[in-house]
């Protein structure tokens, strides 16, 4: 299904949105929460990783990702290796945002894996690296034949939007658990942080469904979007 709109108006869209998510997500934890650290007494600065690199690293650089075919105006084979780096480095901050958090729980002796939040963060991150893992082999090296690069497109396409679509899930169950925490810890439910929270995840949101929106819209040129080896 593609939509009539040409995809350029939603990538700049995108990239406002992101902008705006990674200076929020950034205020809060560096403002509000006091900064990050990989090492402090104030076990919470460890934490503070966790929502800015998965934020950041996982769900705005994945996105750029994704809509990199339509927003950059290169050859086929140069947007391709950007699609695959930046998805890499999504992936990789991604695993050190989860790091982040587990090493915060296993020094504030707090249990691992006892959400639902968690639970399917640990289901993405996997499923992410499957689907970068198989795109790396088909459509990059060795790369697959004409027919499977041909007949692995759509899928490749329908379960990268699908497994994007399940980290702004994710992102959304941690946005409420950790606000939810606070709350029962004394913060005001009406204050500027809590507000914050609120509108980061919900411009996060805005930013996920234009990069589908941009996925789903026709390039604003002529181009050929098939696979090929490089």
């Given at each position: 299904?593609?939509?009539?709109?040409?995809?350029?108006?939603?990538?700049?869209?995108?990239?406002?949105?992101?902008?705006a998510a990674a200076i929020m997500v950034l205020?809060?934890?560096?403002?509000?929460?006091?900064?990050?650290?990989?090492?402090?007494?104030?076990?919470s600065l460890i934490f503070n990783i966790h929502p800015v690199l998965m934020l950041i690293g996982f769900i705005i650089l994945g996105g750029e990702a994704i809509i990199s075919y339509k927003?950059?105006?290169?050859?086929?084979?140069?947007?391709?290796?950007?699609?695959?780096?930046?998805?890499?480095?999504a992936l990789i901050l991604g695993i050190v945002g989860i790091y982040a958090a587990f090493k915060y729980?296993?020094?504030?002796?707090?249990?691992?894996?006892?959400?639902?939040?968690?639970?399917?963060g640990i289901g993405t991150i996997c499923l992410y690296g499957i689907q970068w893992i198989y795109g790396f082999l088909v459509f990059f090296y060795p790369g697959g034949s004409a027919a499977v690069r041909g007949e692995s497109l759509p899928w490749h396409v329908v379960f990268g939007l699908f497994v994007y679509v399940l980290a702004l899930g994710t992102a959304m169950l941690g946005f409420l658990e950790k606000l939810t925490f606070l709350e029962s810890s004394g913060l005001a439910k009406y204050g500027p942080e809590a507000y914050l929270v609120n509108f980061t995840s919900i411009v996060t949101v805005l930013f996920g469904a234009f990069v589908v929106l941009s996925v789903l819209s026709p390039s604003h040129v002529e181009d050929d979007f098939t696979y090929s080896s490089i």
């Open positions: 299904m593609a939509l009539r709109v040409s995809a350029q108006p939603f990538t700049l869209v995108s990239h406002v949105l992101a902008i205020v809060w934890c560096i403002h509000f929460r006091g900064g990050l650290a990989f090492e402090a007494t104030n076990k927003a950059l105006p290169w050859r086929k084979e140069v947007k391709k290796l950007i699609h695959l780096i930046l998805h890499l480095f729980h296993n020094e504030s002796n707090i249990a691992n894996l006892y959400s639902l939040h968690s639970w399917i």
